[in-house]
């Protein structure tokens, strides 16, 4: 059942593409600037759009192959400004996909299997998106403004008790340490030690009762943060939880860290929505500069079709 899913989440992953290494009998479709796009690598793509886009047929194909000249020339802009993706950093966004679909990297390869598609079909479209988005960093970094007409506009169509309203929390961050080189063993038992941390949890006041029964348990004061300071995903998940509970065990470098919300309060200001709505229209100034780029560098290309 899980696998029914699957198209889905992975197309919420944010993800690009480039051709591969193809059968020896596969034609050659397109090329761009001396590189060759083949019908394998066409078909390849036009599965995956199926997958998480529930385009199929002739409309796959057609979105297959210029969604694939488009990552060529990318890639090729990216080599033009010296921008480099390593093989590390194609196998860890593919490794994020996992777990955001709440697989492991085997499980997801499988599943992209079931509907045809290699998974160095779906790494390879990864890898265009991740020099694209480093050339764009590059590129528009601190450079995208936002006019203060268009944000006040913005306001004016929210509604009044929007505007004058924002949720700020109090927060800190639970750390149960993982020493580097740790056994798969240790590891596991240091997942499941979480797990009940978080289920016996029930306020930051009394924490000590709960923490102090697991070694290597660490606290840090995030403080005060409004809640659109937060990164969209742990605010959607901070959001979904009563004030002295805490978030799922996420994994990083030094152990499982939790976020504790030991506070939350409604504070009388606009600088929630007002940031809020600086983000979106600076978002799609930034889309909209990719776009024009995009177009630029796409005019200097040689395209060949055959």
Known sequence: MRLRFVPVLIGLALITATPFSAPAHAAIKVIVNDVPITDYDISQRSRLITLTQRKS????????????????????????????????????????????????PAQLSKALGSGGVKPATLKA???????????LRRRFSGKIEVNESDIIAALQKKDEADRQKSVEYDLKRIIVVVPKNSSGGFKSKRKQESNKIRSAFNGCEDAGSVLGQYSEVVVKPIGRRLETELPQQMREEIQALEPGKLTKPSTTPVGYEMIAICGKREIASDIAVRTEL?????????????????????????????
């Open 125 to 135: 479209r990864l890898k265009a998106q991740l020099a694209w988005n480093q050339v």
């Open 278 to 306: 600086e983000n979106d229209l600076r978002a799609k100034e930034g889309e909209s500069q990719s776009r024009r780029y995009l177009m630029d560098v796409r005019r200097r290309a040689t395209i060949i079709y055959r």
């Open 57 to 104: 047929g002739a409309a796959a194909k057609r979105q297959a192959e210029q969604e694939l000249i488009d990552d060529q020339i990318k890639l090729g802009e990216a080599e033009r400004v010296g921008v480099e993706v390593s093989q590390s950093e194609v196998d860890g966004a593919y490794n994020n996909i996992a777990r955001n679909v709440k697989m492991s």
